[in-house]
């Protein structure tokens, strides 16, 4: 089984940029396809990027297209999301979560299987 811990948190100024990053333990991280989504207080969780399991496919969210940017490396079980050009409106907590069983690239949070505890990210304006 998978366990994902997100960090790289933070309060940053709108315009400003942060580096998520999600660690993954067990030998199915390399395998899977890996996503991140943010949610705020009493909205529902929705979906920001997602990457499949070699790298060379992504997906995101309109509304961080060509601001944000989903890598992984799967030598360190680590997947990341590049955030630039940050506005208030991306103020959430970020949560990455895996999917252990398709290679789809999807934004349906219904298919991740396992999701970290989340990180905070809050812009300032």
């Known amino acids: 089984q998978v366990q994902l811990v997100e960090s790289g948190g933070g309060l940053v100024q709108a315009g400003g940029s942060l580096r998520l990053s999600c660690a993954a333990s067990?030998?199915?991280?390399?395998?899977?396809?890996m996503g991140w989504f943010r949610q705020d207080p009493g909205k529902e969780r929705v979906f920001v990027a997602a990457?499949?399991?070699?790298?060379?496919?992504?997906n995101y969210a309109d509304s961080v297209k060509g601001r944000f940017t989903v890598s992984r490396d799967n030598a360190k079980n680590t997947v990341y999301l590049q955030m630039s050009s940050l506005k208030p409106e991306d103020t959430a907590v970020y949560y990455c979560a895996a999917d252990l069983y398709t290679s789809l690239v999807t934004t349906n949070k219904g298919d991740y299987d396992v999701w970290g505890q989340g990180t905070q990210v809050t812009v300032s304006s």
């Open positions: 067990g030998r199915t991280f390399s395998t899977s396809t």
């Open positions: 990457i499949n399991w070699s790298g060379g496919r992504t």
